[in-house]
């Protein structure tokens, strides 16, 4: 009855927030309140309301005001460029995941209560004071007894049902959206909720987190490029991770990396390689990597090293999605755009029936004036999005592996072009895509592939003349099916089956009478010495001939 009481009231709050900003008129336009949306005009504070602010912006007010989680719905609505308007996407993307911190006696507890023990038993210092603080958890610095800086991060408490609460709400919104407002259907707002509770709550599970990091950190472990910090694993729980501290440069400062002597054109170029290294080599790639998360090692090595933190967030792609993606990005800055369009239905993210011809003229009508510009103009995010926007028309499904990487495409140029702004993100990325596409192709992938394989066939091989045993066996006895998916399909084989038994028991009927016909007239001694006397022979014939036919006839019934 609580939770009831305070949905209804947490209802009443967001309509409230969404009066206060001038969004009723977005209430009230919908199918079932337009016969009444003159309301709107009588309402006294649209009266005295002068300046009138854009819609994208208020949109971006009211998560604001409505909390984090609504904040975080925000954040992860600004990359799906796919669903959304351009100025909305912009300002949806300016929304801040910072909320006041909670009490740090409150850490200290819920840390307590996952290890079961006093927190000086675990460290020798906790300091109650978090260093930063987002919607889901805290982070607190710490130092172990065995004098190590750690951090350590805290799930807010309470955060669970308050993420249910929320999301219960934004289920019910978008099923009333989807019936009452002529957009839904293209913006799929109940889709777009699903998603990101899925997001929500794997972000709560502080072992998943640490399990990401401790991949990455595997991933990166003999490389310069980029480093992961150490999760002390004795010490974490599913509320609780414990981390090495890391002391960073924050990317952003670009003030503090020229103080630093580093080279943030080379930063960027790197970046970029950090990027293509985990999706099309690792295949495991940090879909977060906003500024807040990134920092630049200060200790002067000899090239500019990324350090990463928060690791809630990661994508994966399948083989197939690395090939046609690498393909795709390859044909776009070769202007193939018919090569383009033949990949996104080769791969299934457009319906097979598309015209190959109709897709290629739409993308062509899209890239071409942009490539008008030179190439370090070129937004290489921006292009995706255009693509995933085209395509849309063509019906291409949501692929939510491609949104996260869209997401992170937009991120990792935006943090370049702010260290260098005349990154050429092209001529970085063609060279490690060609690589990589070498990789992929010729008899030594042959090989490697073969190689790799060995030990399954290994398994198989012995079984295999079984199998086929079995397999010759049932055809044999005539037990050999096909099974379809497709009832239409049943039935047709069904008829099929039954016609052809029909026709091959008539054709048997008809040739017994014409045998019988046949030996009758005298024209086939030898049968006759087959079957005896001529007129047992014809008499048995003919009775087989007609049951045949009888047979054939009631079959037809």
């Known amino acids: ?47 005295f309301r002068t300046v009138q602010e854009s819609r994208a912006v208020r949109v971006r007010k009211v998560l604001e005001d409505l909390g984090p989680i609504f904040v975080k719905f925000g954040q992860i609505l600004s990359v799906r460029r796919d669903l959304l308007t351009e100025d909305l996407a912009c300002e ?4 801040q995941d910072a909320v006041p911190p909670f009490d740090g006696a409150q850490a200290r507890a819920i840390i307590e209560a996952a290890y079961g ?12 004071v978090p260093l930063a603080s987002a919607s889901i958890a805290q982070v607190h610095a710490a130092t172990l ?23 219960t709400i934004m289920h019910f919104i978008a099923s009333r959206a989807e019936r009452f407002w002529h957009e839904a259907r293209r913006l799929r707002p109940r889709e777009v909720v699903r998603e990101y509770e899925e997001t929500l709550l794997d972000e709560l599970d502080m072992l998943r987190e640490a399990a990401s990091a401790s991949q990455l950190r595997r991933n990166f472990e003999r490389s310069d490029l980029l480093y992961v910090p150490e999760v002390h694993w004795p010490l974490t729980r599913r509320d609780v991770m414990v981390m090495e501290r890391i002391r960073g440069i924050p990317v952003s400062n670009i003030e503090a990396l020229d103080r630093a002597g580093i080279d943030k054109r080379e930063l960027a170029e790197r970046g970029v390689e950090i990027f293509f290294t985990q999706v099309f080599v690792d295949n495991f790639f940090h879909a977060d990597m906003h500024p807040g998360n990134i920092f630049v090692s200060p200790l002067g090595e000899q090239k500019p090293r990324y350090i990463a933190v928060d690791f809630g967030i990661m994508g994966t792609l399948s083989s197939n999605d690395q090939q046609y993606l690498a393909e795709n990005f390859v044909a776009f800055f070769n202007r193939d755009y018919r090569r383009v369009a033949e990949l996104h239905i080769e791969s299934g993210w457009v319906p097979s029936a ?6 290629e003229a739409a993308i062509r009508s899209v890239c071409e004036p942009i490539f008008e510009r030179p190439l370090k103009e070129i937004s290489f995010g921006h292009l995706l999005v255009r693509l995933f926007q085209t395509a849309r028309r063509f ?29 050429d993100l092209w001529m970085t990325a063609k060279p490690f895509l060609d690589r990589w596409m070498k990789t992929q192709i010729g008899p030594r992938v042959a090989l490697a592939e073969l190689t790799r394989q060995a030990p399954q066939w290994g398994q198989m091989l012995p079984r295999i003349p079984n199998l086929a045993h079995d397999v010759l066996s049932q055809a044999r006895r005539g037990e050999l099916r096909l099974q379809l998916q497709s009832e239409q399909i049943d039935g047709l084989t ?12 008539a054709a048997a009927g008809g040739t017994s009478i014409i045998s019988a016909a046949v030996l009758h007239a005298g024209y086939a001694p030898a049968v006759t010495i087959m079957f005896g006397p001529l007129p047992v022979s014809v008499w048995l014939l003919g009775l087989l001939g007609v049951l045949l036919l009888g047979w054939a006839w009631l079959c037809d019934r």
Not at 3 to 30: C, K, M, P, Q, Y
Not at 92 to 95: H, V
Not at 117 to 128: I, K, R, T, W
Not at 354 to 359: E, M
């Open 1 to 47: 009855m609580r939770r009831i009481v305070g949905t209804l009231i947490r209802l009443v709050h967001i309509n409230s927030v969404l009066f206060r900003h001038g969004l009723d008129e977005v209430i009230l336009a919908t199918r079932l309140l337009r016969p009444i949306h003159f309301v709107h005009y009588l309402l006294p504070w649209n009266w």
């Open 117 to 128: 023990y006093p927190l000086d038993q675990v460290f020798a210092s906790f300091d109650e």
């Open 145 to 167: 007894r065995n004098g190590q800086d750690v951090i350590v991060k805290v799930v807010r408490p309470g955060i669970r049902g308050t993420i249910m609460r929320d999301v």
């Open 395 to 423: 019906h291409m499904e949501v692929q939510p592996q491609l949104v996260l990487l869209q997401k992170t495409v937009l991120n990792i140029e935006g943090l370049g072009r702010q260290l260098y702004p005349d990154l």
């Open 494 to 505: 069904r008829g099929l089956s039954q016609l052809g038994r029909r026709l091959v028991t």
């Open 92 to 95: 949806l993307s300016k929304l």
């Open 354 to 359: 598309t015209r190959v011809d109709q897709f």
